[in-house]
């Protein structure tokens, strides 16, 4: 008989959270920074050198922050887990008790959570109560690099799609072929990440697009009157 062995969306929710939140970013921050240039200035060089530089900014700012931020959830960890690891070797009677407890809470009865309890303390105290009493595994874990990595890629990914369009669209369309691509491109985007996490399509799809379109036009109406002003 062959082992049944499932693979669920959370188990990619790390990687596909960074992904997906850079290559949005990346999308909408260049496209909408561009569109704003081109609103003010028909100059296709001044368009380029806007998108060019928030594709550098926006990559490093991403990584920056995506690293700072998973490095602060890293250090809490760490604590708690050192406070833990303490907790079992000054107190490992009670950590058995407050383990057995939360399996009863769970619906286990209270003989077997005591049971479960002492058997997986056993095995291996501390991971058994990061698991089930701090909510530490290896899927959750915080691991900054990756994560920094991850969305300084993706960004620069989604960054590069209104640049190209830019490069390869004629300058008379430029201004509006930028958004309608970048558009077409979030909204697959938003579709593809919702199919990789086992959610529905069309609602991620919308939401994508919708504040996409928001972000471009509002910076297009300011690229404008600014331009004017000027």
């Not at 028909?42 to 490093?60: C, I, Y």
């Not at 994560?147 to 993706?154: K, V």
């Not at 086992?198 to 799809?205: L, N, Q, S």
């Amino acid at each position: 008989m062959h082992g049944h062995i499932e693979r669920h969306a959370i188990e990619r929710i790390g990687w596909l959270r960074a992904a997906v939140l850079g290559a949005n970013d990346g999308i909408i921050s260049t496209a909408s920074l561009m569109v704003g240039v081109a609103s003010a200035s028909t100059s296709t060089s001044e368009v380029l050198v806007a998108g060019f530089a928030s594709l550098a900014a926006g990559a490093m700012a991403m990584a920056a922050g995506e690293f700072v931020s998973v490095s602060s959830q890293a250090d809490t960890e760490a604590a708690d887990l050192t406070r833990e690891r303490r907790e079992l070797e000054t107190q490992s009677e009670h950590e058995l008790i407050e383990l057995a407890k939360i399996y009863e809470a769970r619906g286990v009865s209270e003989e077997l959570a005591l049971e479960v309890a002492k058997q997986l303390m056993a095995h291996d105290a501390l991971a058994a109560h990061a698991r089930d009493e701090l909510g530490i595994n290896d899927t959750s874990a915080a691991q900054p690099v990756q994560a920094a990595l991850t969305s300084a890629l993706t960004f620069s990914a989604g960054a590069i799609v209104p640049v190209l369009t830019a490069i390869l669209a004629p300058p008379d369309v430029m201004q509006v072929a930028i958004p309608i691509v970048s558009l077409l491109f979030l909204a697959g985007l938003g579709a593809v990440s919702a199919k990789v996490g086992g959610a529905g399509i069309v609602k991620p799809t919308i939401r994508v697009a919708f504040w996409g379109a928001l972000a471009m036009v509002t910076t297009g109406l300011v690229g404008a009157l600014i331009g004017k002003a000027i």
